[in-house]
């Protein structure tokens, strides 16, 4: 076994007892990198999710497996006690096993698992201060990154700002992906707020628009998505997959086509709006339609799938070759030829994340458990377009509505934490004279209003969506051809 895995083993694992309780503020275990090492060296499934989720995999497959466990936590106070009396509880940090370097400095950086392992390789017999730190990462992987602000800022604000085009998204969203992967992305947040705020300046001027815009080349928003696959695959017996990941950001997005790129799939990048407010029940109804979504829609699985249907028997694609499948296996695809996906797993954790840290960590595990049904897919040979009903922001708390101004609004539905839809336009009218410092910081239409600022209606920070925030409106339309 790997020395420096048998070492961390060491730390988090006790012999003769098959579950670890490990809670681990620097996320190296939550890392994919360091998963698959673990299992691939010492066979122990490290695995990061809430508590609710750990729970029910203990019930499912922990008791009984013999296999070896660690969950990875937040907080040891949430793990319930009947599971800790079985389990070895303890707190890790990579740099407990790497002496001599700066802590500091190991978890600003976050390097990747082969630097953290020629670090400890490379025993030492004094203390390197953070300098001497950062200069031997940075000898061992020349694009270790050197997060300078001002650089950045200056890169960043060279983009030329095409809100139509992925190169503009890949851009942007490269170096918030680098933000957030570095625990950098509260230094860089002045950035994106400059962004966003032009961003709403093409919102005013060309949103609506967009939901009318002819769909032949290109779906500009989700509604047209089934109008555009319609028409560039029009014989009936072409194998398409709509491949659809509820919740997901662009620079999450970016995390996905890097780990296709491994496995040589590269797609067609390509971006696409999300209806607004960008919630689940008016977008991802909008997507499956292929047509505006109506307020009476009641958002499940069930119906979802019955507009999956609909759709292609209304173009006289037999119903015996098309399928939908909601956070299921990809099962016997070859028997289909208009396929529906969805997954629910990065949205399902989104709103229970302290920050984009986490979001991350939890996006890299989620994405290993998606790319092998994309894949499947792929190998039965189906076209599959890759895409999300809505993406996510990192929201700075407001305050919480109070019992009137929850009494003016429609349903459940029509309140979250960036979106509100009144049940009367006086009743809108009422609430910004009420609150009227919030007039610029949100889009008002009709009887709704999104927040066009990364805020929230709640009482602390929140990762979510409702708003009109480029990273939740912009999401990606991007294109794998058939093998």
Known sequence: MDKFVETILQKITRQGCNLSIVKNTDGFLSRVDTQQIFIKEAGVTLLADSPLALRVHYERWYKGSGERFCYIVNDLD???????????????????????????????????????????????????????????????????????????????????????????????????????????????????????GKFQSFIDNNYIGLLTKSHLTRPYSVNKVLLHINSAHKEQIDKVALFVIDGMSYWQYLMLKDMLAEKDIEPVDNVCYAWMPSITKLSRQALFRGDMPKDSYVQNPQNESKLWFEYWKKRQVPASTVWYEH?????????????????????????????????????????????????????????????????????????????????????????????????????????????????????????????????????????????????????????????
């Open 78 to 196: 949430e793990i319930l006690p009947d599971i800790k009396v079985e389990a070895f509880c303890c707190e890790f940090s990579v740099a407990d096993v790497l002496w001599g370097y700066d802590r500091g400095e190991l978890f600003r950086w976050n390097p990747p698992y082969s630097v953290l392992h020629h670090l400890f390789e490379n025993k030492l017999n004094s203390y390197l201060n953070a300098a001497q730190t950062r200069e031997e990462m940075g000898y061992v992987s020349e694009d270790m990154p050197v997060y300078d602000l001002e650089k950045i800022s200056e890169n960043v604000r060279s983009i030329q700002l095409d809100w139509l085009s992925a190169e503009t998204m890949e851009k942007v969203c490269r170096y918030i992906l680098s933000a957030i992967s570095n625990r950098m992305y509260p230094q860089m947040e002045f950035l994106i707020d400059e962004i966003n």
């Open 327 to 483: 956070n299921g296996s990809i099962v016997n695809p070859e028997l289909y030829n208009r396929y529906g996906y969805v997954t629910t797993s990065l949205d399902n954790h989104m709103h229970g994340c302290r920050d984009l840290k986490d979001l991350y960590d939890l996006t890299s595990n989620r994405l290993v458990e998606i790319v092998p049904d994309i894949m499947k897919l792929y190998d039965a040979g189906y076209t599959i377009y890759i895409t999300a009903d809505h993406g996510n922001v990192y929201s700075h708390a407001w305050r919480t509505l109070n019992a009137q101004e929850k009494a003016m609004l429609y349903t459940n539905e029509s309140r979250g934490g960036r979106h509100l839809i009144f049940t009367k336009e006086e009743h809108l009218k009422y609430f910004f004279h009420e609150n009227p410092g919030l007039t610029d910081d949100m889009y008002i239409r009709g009887n709704y209003a999104v927040w066009r600022t990364a805020k929230c209606f709640k009482g602390e920070n929140e990762v979510t969506h409702g708003g009109c925030h480029f990273l939740e409106m912009i999401v990606p339309f991007a294109k794998i051809e058939k093998k």
